[in-house]
């Protein structure tokens, strides 16, 4: 008879009620919605956690945060929760648009314009930006400045480093390829580092959307909240879009992911093209 496989014996307990305190915090924190399917994931993610404080139990280590006996945990704890999941020229679409919008804008009223990239992860969507503003005015120091923000501040890292392996950037064009990235060479073989000029065009700061105040200067003419307000409830998602609208500049467009739909929780948009918006003028 076949050996019966022994269940998979948890390094930690991790109980219901642990699981729901995971939840209202970074509700509180992020808000983050977690679905109930994703009790395994949390696991996984804050046990590794547990194992860099020495912390034995999810019971302490969440009465230490709520306690504020760990607050500089609070950001790794965040961390671990945020999913960063991008790639360059991602929902591919956007690109040619936002090019015609910076050319448009540009040939109106000649001066530099800024784009907010609301959720940058490891930096390929805001290098995407830029590099779609290098193509649209064929160079490599376009009027353009690009904002990208995260929560997560180790992808913000990533992505100020503007190191990538090569996996990352093989499926993009080779042109873009060679005009845009230098190969690694000696010990960095196997990665691509971003040009100096296009990591010139973007700074990397930490936000969180759900915080008071928001450390940008508005308003932009370009806001892009791709592939984020899904991990949002409704009440949240509302709230956030009523804080973009004044960082809107009259002609601004606001770029979504794929399975985002603005329209049902905002008023002040109407939809310009695929998942991106615009500030919709018929009531001003």
């Known amino acids: 008879m076949p050996q019966q496989k022994a269940d998979t014996v948890k390094e930690f307990d991790f109980t219901r009620r642990d699981f729901e305190r995971v939840r209202a915090l970074i509700y509180q924190r992020a808000g983050?919605?977690?679905?109930d399917s994703k009790q395994e994931m949390v696991y996984s993610r804050l046990a590794r956690r547990l194992r860099a404080t020495g912390i034995q139990s999810f019971g302490r280590y969440l009465d230490d945060l709520e306690a504020g006996r760990m607050q500089a945990e609070w950001e790794a704890f965040t961390n671990a929760l945020t999913t960063n999941l991008t790639s360059f020229f991602r929902e591919a679409h956007h690109f040619p648009l936002l090019a015609e919008h910076l050319k448009a804008l540009h040939q109106r009223e000649r001066r530099t314009i800024t784009v907010w990239c609301s959720a940058a992860s490891t930096g390929e969507e805001p290098y995407s930006i830029a590099m779609t503003a290098c193509e649209a005015f064929n160079t490599l120091t376009p009027p353009v400045q690009i904002v990208a923000?995260?929560?997560?501040t180790n992808v913000?890292?990533?992505?100020?480093?503007?190191?990538?392996?090569?996996?990352?950037v093989d499926k993009m064009d080779i042109e873009r390829l060679k005009r845009f990235f230098l190969k690694g060479k000696?010990?960095?073989?196997?990665?691509?580092?971003?040009?100096?000029?296009?990591?010139?065009?973007?700074?990397?700061?930490?936000?969180n959307l759900l915080a008071d105040g928001w450390p940008v200067e508005g308003p932009f003419d370009a806001i892009?909240?791709?592939?984020?307000?899904?991990?949002?409830?409704?009440d949240t998602q509302r709230k956030i879009l009523s804080r973009f609208v004044?960082?809107?500049?009259?002609?601004?467009l606001l770029f979504a992911g794929h399975s985002e739909n603005f329209l049902y929780v905002s008023d002040s948009l109407r939809l310009r093209g695929k998942t991106v918006y615009e500030l919709d003028q018929r009531g001003a």
């Open 224 to 234: 892009f909240c791709r592939n984020v307000m899904i991990y949002f409830d409704k």
């Open 156 to 168: 913000l890292a990533t992505g100020a480093n503007g190191v990538y392996p090569m996996e990352r």
């Open 186 to 207: 000696g010990g960095h073989e196997g990665m691509a580092r971003v040009r100096p000029e296009l990591r010139s065009l973007v700074s990397f700061k930490q936000l």
């Open 149 to 152: 923000t995260d929560i997560d």
């Open 32 to 35: 983050i919605s977690l679905a």
């Open 246 to 252: 004044p960082l809107m500049k009259p002609h601004a």
